[in-house]
């Protein structure tokens, strides 16, 4: 656990991806907890973001680059286990133009290769976050701060 003393952002860029974390003046840093799996590999989970407009949107474009790109996203599981990456799950808006995964990873690059190689960089930007479920975020944030 670390304590963070002023404000402060953790950027990472590869393209459009982006894997950031912000933590406010005095706010405990808790790394999302690694958890194991049966074979002893570390992972964490990450929230991907994708957001496109009207104009870049899968269902608007161009009918040759549409098709290629739905191939490819619609693969988008079985691309994720070549990478080491489980989709916990994923939810669309299609009306306000985002998607939202949660996926399991040891390494947010990995996360980034597969959304790159499922191209979803080509219709949409895509953030990468780490994150805690909020039982964690209760114990490690909330809890020091009422219990003192």
Known sequence: MY???QM??????IGRFTDTIEVCKHAMLVAAKHRFDSSGTASMLFLVELKHGPDTCIAARDRSLTEIDARHFREITSIAE?????????????IGHQ????????YS??????????????WNTVSINP??????????VL?????G
């Open 3 to 5: 304590v963070a003393r």
């Open 8 to 13: 402060f952002r953790i950027t990472h860029k």
């Open 82 to 94: 070549s990478h080491s990456v489980k989709i916990v799950d994923g939810w669309s808006f299609p």
């Open 99 to 106: 998607l939202w995964y949660v996926v399991e990873a040891e």
């Open 109 to 122: 690059h990995s996360v980034a290769e597969v959304f790159k190689e499922s191209r979803a960089f080509s």
């Open 131 to 140: 994150v805690v479920n909020h039982a964690a975020f209760v114990e490690k």
């Open 143 to 147: 809890n020091p701060i009422v219990e």
